[in-house]
Each structure stands twice: as structure tokens, then as C-alpha cells.
């Protein structure tokens, strides 16, 4: 059973625009949730975190929103660039479990010119 | 800056060779993992470490083993490669202190023809 979903396998969105890309997760016990960059040929790369204690967190054109109530997060891009275009993957983790990290399937963002 | 390294890029095997996938991290971290990435189905985890000599099976463990003789490198064995065990393989690090996320290595892509 999935634990981190992410519904939307791809997304194309026009360069300039924002970008929202979304996750949902079903475990109450994640308090840690991640998102990961992913070009091809390439190992995914850290891009922004935000623990449950906040419900919002900014780093440049990135932005992370987290709604506990709802079990959902989603990450903007504002403006979406053309070296934006990769596979997003959002992930979660737990306090007091082990280490590991639950990572959605992923979606695939066009950033179109 | 902190590195995990894969030691191929780019792997090509006969269907019933042993394979070896090496990953290397300079960090320090107690944590390990193997991942494969396949499109559709995101990031599977196949094995992870917590320790010199200790490993756990994730979500897919079949038809691998892993070996951790020492903390900065943990192995992953393919005991006989099939033609289903084409994919991305990654390898990931995480110190056990809570915050922060995975460090990847740039992926294996291993072809079993």
C-alpha cells in the first residue's frame, strides 16, 4: 500500500508560470517530508524539506506547503524554468522509526517554451 | 562537499552473471540503501544498512544481497541476473542524527541482456 502518493505522473506547464506539483500521504506518524530532483542519467538530489511543526517553507523559487489535517503537501515553482523540467519525487519520513525514507512514484515535470 | 559515489555509470551483464554494484560515501554516515528506479513505479527500495555487517531487506530484496564489511561502502549482489533486474540502481547515505535526507550516488544503469 502506498504511503506517499503523488497522482499526477506528469505536468507541462509554461515557462514563467508556477509551478504545483502535489503528494498526499497516508501514515500520521510521518513528521519529515522531502522533495527530490531527479534529472535522467542522474541520482536524485536534494531540493527542500519541511518538518510538521511548519506548514510552510521557502528556499528562492522553491516552496514547500504542508497541510497536516489534510495529509497533503505540494511544492511551487515560481518561476518555472526550462532547466526545471525533471522528475519531482516527494518522500516522507517518521521520528522514532528507522531511518528510511518513503518516497512517492514521482512525477514528470515539462516546462514548455 | 559530501559525495556518494557508484563505481559504473554504465553496466551491461549476461542473463546468470553475478553482478556487483559498489557504492562508496565519504561522509561518515551510519546509514546506507539500495534503491532501483523504474518508470512508473518511482523508487523501490531493495536493501539498506544501519551498521558495519548489518542489512535489512526493504520492499523488493528478491534475487539481491548486499554486503557491508565496512562503514563507508555497502554492496549490492545481484546472485544471478535476469533479464528483470534491468533498471537504475541507487545508492544512498543518511546519517542517523534525525533531519536531513538522503545523499544519492549518480546510479548504476544496468543493462542484462
Known amino acids: 500500500d502506498q504511503q506517499v502518493k503523488q497522482n499526477s505522473p506528469s505536468l507541462s506547464v509554461q515557462e514563467g508560470r508556477i509551478s504545483i506539483l502535489n503528494c498526499d500521504y497516508t501514515?500520521?506518524?510521518?513528521?519529515?517530508f522531502l522533495w527530490y530532483k531527479k534529472y535522467p542519467a542522474e541520482g536524485p538530489t536534494f531540493l527542500i524539506s519541511?518538518?510538521?511543526?511548519?506548514d510552510k517553507n521557502e528556499d528562492g523559487r522553491f516552496t514547500v506547503f504542508l497541510n497536516k489535517s489534510a495529509k497533503h503537501l505540494s511544492l511551487h515553482i515560481v518561476p518555472s524554468q526550462p532547466g526545471d523540467s525533471a522528475v519531482y519525487f516527494c518522500?516522507?519520513?517518521?521520528?522514532?522509526?528507522?531511518?528510511?525514507?518513503?518516497f512517492g512514484k514521482g512525477t514528470r515535470l515539462h516546462i514548455l517554451p | 562537499d559530501v559525495k556518494v559515489t557508484q563505481s559504473s555509470r554504465y553496466l551491461v551483464k549476461r542473463t546468470g552473471e553475478k553482478v556487483f554494484l559498489e557504492c562508496v560515501q565519504d561522509?561518515?554516515?551510519?546509514?546506507m540503501f539500495w534503491y532501483r528506479q523504474d518508470p512508473g513505479l518511482g523508487l523501490r527500495l531493495i536493501y539498506f544498512?544501519?551498521?558495519?555487517?548489518?542489512?535489512e531487506k526493504g520492499d523488493i530484496p528478491e534475487g539481491y544481497s548486499v554486503s557491508r564489511e565496512k562503514k563507508e561502502r555497502f554492496s549490492l549482489i545481484l546472485e544471478s541476473a535476469s533479464t528483470n533486474q534491468t533498471s537504475m540502481y541507487l545508492c544512498?547515505?543518511?546519517?542517523?542524527?534525525?533531519?536531513?535526507?538522503?545523499?544519492f550516488g549518480s546510479g548504476t544503469r544496468l543493462t542484462v541482456v
Open positions: 544512498a547515505s543518511r546519517a542517523s542524527t534525525r533531519g536531513g535526507g538522503y545523499t
Open positions: 501514515n500520521s506518524m510521518f513528521d519529515y
Open positions: 519541511i518538518s510538521s511543526i511548519k
Open positions: 518522500a516522507a519520513s517518521a521520528t522514532g522509526r528507522d531511518d528510511k525514507i518513503i
Open positions: 561522509m561518515d554516515h551510519e546509514n
Open positions: 544498512s544501519y551498521d558495519v555487517k548489518m542489512k
